[in-house]
């Protein structure tokens, strides 16, 4: 499991949202890699012009849509 910005990220990618106290926990359990459930499990989208953002939208509910900053930090390379 990696943390990377969002803009490293390819599309069509699966990622895990969380904000950075949230990922630094994760890292922290006995060195275990959380294993991710499909409810926390994102795809990345298109980048929007307009708002300058890329899109990300869940896994299991494709009405689901975010628009996050490039700089943004996820989680790629975990167990789904």
Do not use: H
Not at 23 to 42: C, H, L, M, T
């Amino acid at each position: 499991m990696k943390i990377v910005k969002l803009n490293q990220v390819k599309k069509g990618e699966y990622l895990m949202r969380g904000g950075l106290s949230r990922i630094q926990q994760a890292r922290i359990v006995n060195g275990f890699e959380p294993v991710a459930r499909i409810s926390d499990v994102w795809v990345k989208g298109d980048y929007i012009r307009e708002t300058r953002k890329y899109s990300v939208t869940k896994v299991d509910d494709m009405n689901k849509e975010n628009c996050l900053p490039g700089s943004a930090l996820v989680w790629v390379g975990f167990t789904f």
